[in-house]
C-alpha cells in the first residue's frame, strides 16, 4: 500500500499509550498521535528518526500521526491498523497464492459472538476463509518476532471465535503480519501472555491455520512480501 508524504522527525518520548513527542527538522517540538495500543517494546529508541503522516483536518488535535521507526535493528511501521490494508492488497495481487481461488474479500465481517473478521473470503460453492490480522513488531533478537508485546484479551478471544467458527466449509487463518524489517521468522510470547499461547495451541490442534508474512517497509509503501517460518515455540 502506498504511504502518505512523511515527514522526519526525531523522538523525544511516548507516554499516555496514544501520544509521543518529537523534533522536527526545523527544531519546533511537537505532540503527535501514536496509532498502536501495544507496549511497543524494542520499538521505542529515544531520539530515533521517525516518520510522520500529517492530516489535513482541522478538527483533529494532533495534526501528526507517527507511521514508522528506524531502530538500529531495522525500519518498523508501528500503525499497525495499516496492516490490515496490506494484507488485503496482497491478497488482491496474488501474494498469497494458496488463497487466490476465493475471488470475493470482504472486510470487517461480524462472526461468532460479537466478533468482527479483518477479512473474509469466499468463493461460489460457499466455502469461506475468516482472516484475523495481526501486526508483528516485537524483536526478540537473531531474526525472530514474536506477538504479542503486552497481554491482549482482544487476541485471546479472537482465537477462541475464530476456533468455533471452523467447519465443513469454513477455515480459519491467523496471518501475523511483520512490519519490523528485522524480523524474518515468527513465535509467540509466551512468557508475555501465556494464556493465549495456551490457547493458540488448543486452537491449532482443532484446525486453525497460521501464516507469517514478511513486509516490504520503506517510507513510501508498505508491501506484502513473503511468506516467513511461524514456530509456535514450547
Same mark, same amino acid.
Given at each position: 500500500m502506498k504511504l502518505p508524504t512523511?515527514?522526519? *522527525?526525531?523522538?523525544?518520548?511516548?507516554?499516555?499509550?496514544?501520544? *509521543?513527542?518529537? %523534533?522536527?527538522?526545523?527544531? =519546533?517540538?511537537?505532540?503527535?498521535?501514536?496509532?498502536?495500543?501495544?507496549?511497543?517494546?524494542?520499538?521505542?529508541?529515544?531520539? *530515533?528518526?521517525?516518520?510522520?503522516? =500529517?492530516? %489535513?483536518?482541522?478538527?483533529?488535535?494532533?495534526a501528526f500521526t507517527l507511521e514508522l521507526i528506524e531502530t538500529k535493528n531495522g525500519l518498523i511501521c508501528i500503525h499497525s491498523v495499516r496492516a490490515n490494508k496490506v494484507v488485503m492488497e496482497g491478497l488482491e495481487n496474488g501474494v498469497i497464492k494458496e488463497l487466490s481461488k476465493y475471488r470475493q474479500i470482504s472486510s470487517e465481517v461480524r462472526y461468532g459472538e460479537g466478533s468482527r473478521a479483518d477479512l473474509v473470503l469466499s468463493r461460489e460453492d460457499d466455502s469461506s476463509v475468516i482472516i484475523e490480522v495481526k501486526a508483528v513488531t516485537l524483536y526478540l533478537g537473531q531474526g525472530v518476532g514474536a506477538f504479542p508485546d503486552a497481554t491482549s484479551v482482544r487476541a485471546l478471544k479472537h482465537t477462541v471465535e475464530l476456533t468455533n467458527a471452523i467447519n465443513s466449509s469454513t477455515r480459519s487463518? $491467523? $496471518?501475523?503480519?511483520?512490519?519490523?524489517?528485522g524480523i524474518n521468522e515468527v513465535t509467540i510470547a509466551k512468557e508475555i501472555d501465556p494464556a493465549y499461547f495456551i490457547a493458540l495451541e488448543s486452537a491449532l490442534r482443532a484446525g486453525l491455520e497460521i501464516q507469517a508474512w514478511s513486509v516490504d517497509i520503506s $517510507?513510501? *509503501?508498505?508491501?506484502? %512480501?513473503? =511468506?516467513?517460518?511461524?514456530?509456535?515455540?514450547?
Open positions: 512523511l515527514t522526519p *522527525a526525531l523522538l523525544v518520548r511516548r507516554y499516555k499509550r496514544f501520544l *509521543a513527542d518529537v %523534533e522536527l527538522v526545523d527544531g =519546533r517540538k511537537v505532540t503527535v498521535y501514536c496509532p498502536n495500543t501495544g507496549a511497543m517494546t524494542g520499538c521505542i529508541d529515544f531520539g *530515533a528518526r521517525v516518520w510522520l503522516s =500529517r492530516s %489535513e483536518n482541522p478538527k483533529r488535535k494532533y487463518l $491467523i $496471518i501475523f503480519c511483520v512490519f519490523h524489517s $517510507i513510501s *509503501a508498505l508491501t506484502l %512480501e513473503k =511468506r516467513i517460518p511461524f514456530n509456535l515455540g514450547s
